[in-house]
Nanobody
Framework: QAQLVESGGGTVQAGGSLRLSCETS????????MGWFRQSPGKEREFVAA????????FYAEAVKGRFTISRDVVKNTIYLQMNNLQVEDTAVYLC???????????????????WGQGVQVTVSS
C-alpha cells in the first residue's frame, strides 16, 4: 500500500488561494489516477478533483470547476491542487486519494481508490 503525504493546508479569507500537494511513495502499472476528496463535519466525504497520470485527463466536481486546478509531476510522484477564489463552503479536511483504477472516473466524479492520506485542514473565513 502506498504512503501518501499531504501538505499545504491552512486558513485563508474568502476569495483567497491555497495550494495542496500530495506525494505518493509508489505508482503501479495499473494506477490510473490520483485525486482529492474532502469532508466537513456532518457531511459525507465528497469528490473534489482527480487527474490521470498517463493522459493528464482532469476530473472536477461541479462545485469547484473553474476555481480549482489539479496537476501532476510524474518525476516527483506528486499531485497538486491549486485552489483559487476559496469560499467558506470549501472549508473541510482535504484527503489525498491514490490508486484510482481506470473506469472509476467519469466527468464530474471519481470513485475513490485504495489509498488515503491523513488529510489536511483547509479553513476559509468570511
Amino acid at each position: 500500500q502506498a504512503q501518501l503525504v499531504e501538505s499545504g493546508g491552512g486558513t485563508v479569507q474568502a476569495g483567497g488561494s491555497l495550494r495542496l500537494s500530495c506525494e505518493t511513495s509508489e505508482r503501479t502499472a495499473t494506477t490510473y489516477a490520483m485525486g482529492w476528496f474532502r469532508q466537513s463535519p456532518g457531511k459525507e466525504r465528497e469528490f473534489v478533483a482527480a487527474i490521470s497520470w498517463k493522459t493528464q485527463s482532469e476530473f472536477y466536481a461541479e462545485a469547484v470547476k473553474g476555481r480549482f486546478t489539479i496537476s501532476r509531476d510524474v518525476v516527483k510522484n506528486t499531485i497538486y491542487l491549486q485552489m483559487n477564489n476559496l469560499q467558506v463552503e470549501d472549508t473541510a479536511v482535504y484527503l489525498c486519494n491514490g490508486e484510482i483504477p481506470q473506469g472509476y472516473c467519469i466527468p464530474g466524479s471519481c470513485h475513490p481508490g485504495r489509498d488515503w492520506g491523513q488529510g489536511v485542514q483547509v479553513t476559509v473565513s468570511s
